[in-house]
């Protein structure tokens, strides 16, 4: 059965003008399928977060032509691309970014109420459910701030799986975390890709995290030098 | 597609934001319900303010007084046809031209407008008042009583004797207190008077009153309006005056120039009769307005600097809000309705403080002909400063909110 393409890049480029005009993206181009674990690896410095943030529809100024499940992602709207990502894609960022405000439930439950697929009360139990399956049904009704860092990551992870996404994408998802907790983030992480069938694009630096990967992505100034990086 | 329900998670984020940070949101809301508070304070009684001394106007002067100007003779009059020639003489006020002619019919005219409560003629004489070999100056105003007092309300500052008697004594005269105690006479007494027509005429003191104005009681009676006419030499139809009220004394100054074309005379409103009190008046207004204003606009900044370190303290959260893909709109809306809601709260609760201040304020007695101290709860400066509260606070949310919308999310967690 062929693959079916989830994301793909082609031709990306970026200038970056500050403080002089300056290329950190020149010509990149893959592809991404259902189902597969990619992280994205290079030097800092090596566009890898910047290409991230392109992918990620979050950073509209580049070259080139990105196309997510077969949409033309390049010159929507900002609002058509806000719904999109609302829809479609989970962020997991090194920092967890949660409300602190708000328990670990209502975190998890804010974009799926954005998005408005369900009733409150499907929300809430699909929630728990995600929290549930992070081993973290105790802490749901806590407030987020009162959690260990590992903890946070992990509401951060059911709040990005909450809407279903097609992608979820990573920048240093383990940054923050030791090793213990680094293990358990990347097993949640490849046992969505291989058993729920979502596609993962993450930023790492971690060389061990990559190597566990289903495929790693090699960027060095601002050009892909693998696209199937061997160890 | 998405969006089969609808969650109002921008409102729950921006109550929860409030509730969890109660001591600023009060203090907010406090700044709110001190400015709101004195602004409906503040132009409650200056409403009050205008009221009164409106009051005390309309104690001498009619809405609009309807009256024959004088009119001055053209002083070249051209040659009709050939062969005749032009005629010049010296300008000058053409005889009995004060008077109104036929007042009956104008009168019933005045009467048949929807806008005009009363319309009553009037006879103003210049007379003085005879005691021995003083002769003191003064006013007579020939009237309609009970007309008369409807509009004046005479019966208020009457001190001795009664309306009822003037009406019921044809030479009657009801005098200020003034000119009784020059003239050392007391109800029942007599009084000479002359006209500027030189007509004497023996009057019964009926009653004596007392207004504000010591000049007025010094000066001025009342008489009937037939005695006024025998004081002028003129017909029993004569009129010179035709005292009109309307409904809404706001607007007489729109009904006067409807009544001057309408009867062909002269009528006069007593904002064009009294401009320096008027422009006074206005400029009071103006001021309070100011003054109020500029506290309700402190009140904003206090909302809009909140709202500010709220928006760089969560800036992180706003960015992921935004990468999770709340739109703009959704940021601002966040934020405004937090604006609101401290605004809200501070409305309220500046509307029960205003509310409480107008109570006890107008239960202090300031004497004088003032009485009690003149403030009411206006409904028209109550909804004002609701108004205004809101478009303040509105704003005061908008333009931090709109700061927060444009945060770009990528230079956020670039950092």
């Not at chain 1, 059965?1 to 002089?20: R, S, T």
């Not at chain 2, 100056?137 to 009583?145: D, P, Q, R």
């Not at chain 2, 403030?375 to 704003?395: D, H, K, S, W």
């Amino acid at each position: 059965m062929q693959p079916e393409i989830i994301l793909q890049a082609d031709k990306i480029g970026k200038y970056f003008y500050d403080p002089e005009k300056f290329r950190v993206l020149n010509d990149i181009s893959f592809q991404v399928n259902r189902g597969e674990f990619v992280t994205l690896v290079g030097k800092s410095g090596s566009g890898k977060s910047t290409l991230l943030y392109i992918l990620s529809t979050m950073d509209t100024d580049y070259d080139g032509l990105l196309t997510i499940q077969g949409e033309r992602i390049t010159g929507q709207q900002q609002q058509r691309l806000a719904a999109l990502r609302n829809e479609k894609i989970g962020f997991v960022f090194q920092f967890h970014y949660l409300l602190p405000e708000f328990s670990c439930l209502r975190n998890v439950m804010i974009p799926a109420l954005r998005l408005g697929k369900y009733s409150r009360k499907e929300i809430e139990e699909r929630a728990y459910a995600k929290l549930k399956m992070l081993g973290l049904e105790d802490q749901a009704l806590k407030l987020s701030a009162k959690l260990s860092g590992g903890q946070q990551q992990r509401v951060a992870i059911a709040r990005a799986l909450i809407n279903d996404p097609l992608i979820i994408m990573g920048d240093e998802p383990t940054g923050n975390l030791d090793s213990k907790n680094t293990g358990i983030v990347f097993d949640i992480l490849k046992d969505l890709a291989h058993h729920d069938q979502q596609t993962i694009v993450a930023v790492t630096h971690d060389n061990d995290f990559a190597q566990k990967s289903d495929r790693t992505i090699e960027l060095q100034d601002g050009q892909v030098i693998s696209t199937r990086k061997l160890y | 597609m998405a969006g089969t329900h609808r969650h109002n998670i921008d409102s729950e984020i921006s109550i929860t934001y409030i509730t969890t940070s109660r001591k600023l949101t009060a203090v907010a809301a406090l700044g709110v319900t001190i400015g709101i508070a004195i602004y409906i304070f503040m132009n409650s009684m200056a409403a009050g303010f205008s009221r009164k001394s409106d009051a005390s106007i309309f104690k001498n002067v009619p809405h609009i007084r309807v009256y024959k100007d004088d009119e001055i003779s053209t002083p070249l009059s051209p040659a009709t046809h050939s062969g005749s020639l032009p005629l010049i003489v010296n300008p000058r006020v053409i005889p009995e031209s004060q008077k109104i002619i036929n007042p009956d019919q104008v009168l019933a005219l005045l009467k048949q407008q929807p806008e005009v409560v009363i319309a009553t003629p009037q006879v103003g004489v210049d007379v003085f008042y005879n005691s021995g070999r003083t002769q003191i100056a003064g006013v007579a105003s020939g009237v309609e009583i009970a007309e008369a007092d409807k509009m004046f309300s005479i019966s208020e500052t009457i001190v001795e004797g009664s309306i009822q008697a003037l009406k019921n004594t044809p030479n009657g005269m009801l005098v200020g207190v003034g000119v009784a105690s020059k003239m050392s006479v007391k109800t029942g007494d007599n009084i000479t008077i002359t006209s500027s027509r030189n007509v004497t005429k023996v009057m019964k003191v009926v009653g004596m009153f007392k207004t504000s104005n010591s000049n007025t009681d010094k000066t001025k009676s009342y008489i009937n309006i037939n005695s006024a006419r025998q004081l002028k030499q003129e017909s029993p139809s004569y009129v010179s005056d035709i005292d009109v009220n309307v409904k809404d004394y706001d607007h007489a100054p729109a009904y006067s120039q409807q009544l001057s074309f309408l009867t062909g005379y002269k009528a006069e409103d007593w904002k064009a009769a009294n401009e320096t009190l008027v422009a006074a008046g206005r400029m009071r207004t103006i001021m309070i307005n100011f003054i109020s204003l500029s506290i309700l606009l402190v009140a904003g900044f206090g909302i809009y600097n909140i709202l500010n370190m709220t928006i760089n303290q969560k800036i992180n959260e706003i960015a992921i809000l935004k990468a999770m893909g709340f739109q703009g709109r959704d940021v601002v809306r966040i934020f405004v309705q937090q604006a609101m809601l401290i605004g809200g709260v501070g409305i309220i609760f500046g509307l029960l403080c205003c509310s409480t201040m107008i109570f006890f304020l107008s239960r202090v007695y300031v004497g004088g002909d003032i009485g009690y101290f003149p403030i009411t709860y206006e409904p028209e400066m109550y909804a004002r400063g609701i108004l205004f509260g809101l478009i303040v606070t509105f704003f005061a949310g908008y333009f931090p909110a709109r700061k927060a919308a444009n945060v770009d999310p990528v230079s956020i967690f670039r950092k």
